[in-house]
């Protein structure tokens, strides 16, 4: 079946610019994660979703950073007033249910955002 | 101390060595614990979970130290497409995972 998907796969933008980048999880997993993975680093959590919930946002950088999820499914991650810091890989996981053991995350390819 | 640590590498070995990579990590009441393969310019995906007792999936082979508080991943055999950066992530909590930086991995020809 289709697997996690991410659009757009490359987003170029001005400083001071909004930018929306969009997930869509695997049908039927119920948790979702967004991440930042800057070059030659490991992925930084930015915020977690069970269904369209968000119970934890403390990996968002700033309040420039916000994300919603619809209908237990797409997820939307938005970044305000961009800055050269921001440009990064966004990567989005999911996965059937949110705790460990077998429970495998599936990665989308990733949003490459360049910020100019 | 960052909460999950890994030595980026890179670790260049020729074909058919074994090699083997360690991931620490400080918060001892972490119960699971993952081995992720990342290709340049590409997502993680999944390489094997890390179970208690140690587990082998044909050339690799995880482990678990919870005394010292780190796992380990071994790979024998070593083949050019073992080339890649391996993440290790922990799992904190009953939902938040926690991944190293990664270790870069090269076999040579």
């Keep these: 079946g289709a697997g996690v998907s991410q659009s757009p796969s490359n987003k170029v933008t001005e400083k001071g610019k909004d930018v929306e980048l969009r997930c869509d999880p695997i049908s039927g997993h119920t948790a979702l994660y967004w991440y930042r993975q800057s070059l030659g680093q490991g992925l930084e959590f930015l915020i977690y979703f069970q269904g369209n919930s968000a119970p934890d946002k403390s990996g968002l950088p700033s309040d420039r950073f916000s994300a919603e999820r619809t209908g237990g499914s797409v997820s939307t991650l938005t970044i305000q007033r961009t800055q050269q810091e921001d440009s990064a890989v966004y990567l989005c996981a999911s996965s059937l249910i949110p705790s460990g053991g077998d429970n495998e995350q599936f990665f989308g390819p990733g949003t490459r955002l360049t910020v100019l | ?109």
């Excluded at chain 2, 119960?31 to 997502?43: H, L």
């Excluded at chain 2, 130290?65 to 799992?91: E, F, G, W």
């Design chain 2, 1 to 109: 101390r960052k909460e999950v640590e890994q030595d980026p590498g890179p670790f260049n070995v020729p074909e058919g060595a074994t090699v083997a990579f360690n991931c620490t990590y400080s918060n001892s009441a972490s119960q699971s614990f993952f081995w992720y393969r990342q290709d340049c310019r590409k997502e993680p995906k999944l390489l094997m979970s890390v179970y208690s007792s140690g587990n082998e999936d044909g050339r690799f082979t995880a482990q678990l130290n919870r005394a010292s508080q780190y796992i380990s991943l071994l790979i024998r055999d070593s083949k050019l497409s073992d080339s890649a950066t391996y993440l290790c992530a922990v799992l904190s909590g009953t939902y938040k995972y926690i991944f190293g930086t990664g270790t870069r991995l090269k076999v040579l020809a």
